[in-house]
């Protein structure tokens, strides 16, 4: 019983308390508001995406261009990834990669960095070609 009432008197265990409720509270609420978030995020970038291809596919030229576009990125991907390669043969980054994995990797970044810009541009191109099917060209 006086440990409670010690306890109860020292502010330093309110604190400890109060402080680890709020930090609980404030984790459960991130993670409640995070799916939100994303989801919102996720369906606006979508929108904008619909809406450049609806005013993209109309012109031939246009969609002719975002196809050679992701292509070019695809080459320089490749590129990037041959001269990541090349460089590997060399001793200087040979010992980067043995003294640290992860200041290797971070080297390595716009390896992955380039793939993640083609891939975007890819899976636009792709859905433009998709939508541009659907047009419905009526004689008149």
């Known amino acids: 019983m006086q440990q409670i009432?010690?306890?109860l008197s020292d502010p330093a265990w309110w604190f400890?308390?109060?402080f680890f409720i709020l930090v609980g509270l404030a984790v459960a609420w991130i993670f409640k508001k995070i799916p939100i978030v994303l989801k919102s995020a996720l369906r606006k970038r979508l929108a904008k995406t619909l809406r450049k291809i609806k005013y993209e596919r109309w012109c031939a030229s246009s969609v002719q261009y975002q196809l050679n576009s992701s292509q070019a990125r695809f080459f320089v991907f490749i590129f990037t990834c041959f001269t990541y390669i090349s460089w590997l043969a060399y001793d200087p980054l040979k010992i980067i990669?043995?003294?640290?994995?992860?200041?290797?990797?971070?080297?390595?970044?716009?390896?992955?960095?380039?793939?993640?810009?083609w891939l975007m541009q890819d899976q636009y191109v792709k859905e433009l070609i998709k939508r541009r099917r659907k047009l419905r060209i009526t004689s008149q």
């Open 97 to 117: 990669f043995n003294e640290s994995f992860f200041l290797g990797m971070l080297l390595t970044s716009p390896i992955y960095i380039i793939e993640i810009y």
């Open 5 to 7: 009432i010690t306890n």
């Open 16 to 18: 400890n308390g109060i």
